[in-house]
């Protein structure tokens, strides 16, 4: 396994005020990896513990604002990891055609926007993109866009993982259900898997190491993958 | 005896073309819907063609509208569909923005329409085609964003097993 703490590197997460991208850019700024972080909050509500790295403040759902992030990084990265995200819990007939077209527009369309930009950093440092995906993409009841989207993100990653094989490592990494707050915002009603819920750093952790890990594009971050990094070191 | 009332939403060509005619052929009444509805033609048994965009929510509104009184539809086919091949970084981000707009957002958007109309008859069939899923294989053709539609079936199959009488049956068929 290799040790991301071995190199410095330079990263960009997407998603990265809140939830599982915050917790990426604070492990990787403990590191001492170099970061951009971008998010849709402006810089001015961010938490209190976000750490001491740039921060561009992009809406993943106007082309225009991602457009503009594209022209404002850095000439050279390692890794990209896209962590944004937005969904409902409710059923398809409950969903707006506004809020429909959003999710799609942060979960998918954002998602090749930025790798189609990205590329030519990435592929000048045989680099990797890691697309933050959801076990919802299996199938879950009352999340159907929402499933629906990152069931195409992986599509997405299969494809491009096939077509730039050699040049840019693509993986999409699949958490389980996460502490994250989306699930409430999202109006997912509070139950027992609450509880049973991991936690947003060892998922963050999990996203990190298993981007550099060789094998198959698609992983899933899970109880199991988690406690199996605590028991051995290393996922199964 | 009563006339299968059939929707078509992408019938100008493909598929939704030959869903058209099959359906005619058994006299169903049909209804078609497509961006160029002049490319559907005539066909006899077709009793309404109207034009729509399915990635503007607005379109489809108005198309709906028009299509009410033929409503509640015993099979609903969205066949609608484009795509865009080549290197993926070759590939103008705005033309990829617009196949996820037709293909994904819109058949989301058409489905979620119907269903808040009741539009689709009471054990209705809404049948959306898509390529197969094994295409995933093939390099340069993001037609690998296909699984979207399995995963929207699967999704809806789970969530409507609980009241099968009260909604419409939904498969995806690939070919």
Redesign the interface.
């Known amino acids: 396994m290799t040790d991301p703490r071995r190199h410095a590197r330079s990263y960009l997460v997407t998603g990265a005020s809140s939830g599982i991208g915050l917790e990426i850019v604070r492990l990787l700024a403990d590191r001492k990896h170099s970061v951009v972080a971008t998010g849709r909050r402006d810089a001015s509500g961010l938490p209190a513990h976000f750490p001491d790295v740039p921060y561009l403040s992009a809406d993943m759902a106007d082309a225009a604002q991602r457009h503009q992030l594209l022209l404002q990084l850095p000439p050279e990265l390692d890794r990209a990891i896209l962590c944004c995200g937005a969904g409902f819990y409710r059923s398809i007939s409950q969903e707006t055609a506004a809020d429909i077209q959003r999710i799609v527009e942060v979960n998918v369309v954002a998602a090749i926007h930025l790798a189609h930009g990205l590329f030519p950093r990435l592929r000048e440092c045989r680099g990797r993109l890691g697309l933050v995906g959801s076990v919802a993409r299996r199938g879950t009841a009352r999340m159907p866009v929402y499933a629906a989207s990152k069931a195409a993100l992986h599509g997405l990653a299969r494809s491009l993982s096939i077509e730039w094989s050699g040049i840019v490592d693509v993986k999409v990494l699949d958490p389980g259900p996460t502490a994250t707050g989306m699930s409430v915002a999202a109006g997912r009603p509070a139950d027992w898997l609450n509880r049973l819920m991991l936690s947003p750093a060892a998922v963050a952790h999990g996203i990190i190491e298993t981007l550099e890990e060789g094998g198959t594009f698609s992983r899933t971050i899970s109880y199991v993958h988690v406690a199996r990094r605590k028991l051995f070191g290393c996922a199964a | 005896m009563r006339r299968v009332k059939v929707l078509v939403i992408g019938a100008a060509s493909g598929l939704g073309k030959a869903v058209v005619a099959q359906a005619a052929a058994r006299s169903d009444r049909v209804c078609t819907i497509d961006v160029d509805i002049h490319a559907v033609g005539d066909v006899d048994g077709v009793v309404a063609s109207v034009a729509c965009d399915i990635s503007d929510?607005c379109a489809?509104e108005q198309a709906l509208d028009t299509l009410e009184q033929e409503a509640p539809f015993d099979l609903v086919v969205i066949s609608a569909g484009i795509s865009a091949t080549g290197?993926?970084?070759e590939?103008d981000?705005?033309l990829?923005?617009r196949v996820?707009?037709v293909n994904?957002?819109g058949t989301?958007?058409m489905?979620?329409?119907l269903?808040?109309r009741s539009m689709i008859a009471r054990a209705g069939r809404l049948v959306r085609s898509t390529g197969p899923e094994r295409m995933?294989?093939l390099?340069?053709?993001?037609n690998?964003?296909?699984?979207?539609?399995?995963?929207?079936e699967?999704?809806?199959r789970?969530?409507w097993s609980d009241k099968p009488t009260d909604d419409c049956q939904i498969c995806v068929l690939a070919a």
């Open positions: 929510a489809i290197p993926f970084e590939i981000p705005a990829m923005s996820i707009n994904l957002t989301m958007m489905t979620a329409a269903l808040k995933r294989l390099r340069q053709n993001h690998s964003l296909k699984p979207f539609h399995f995963i929207l699967h999704t809806l789970k969530e």
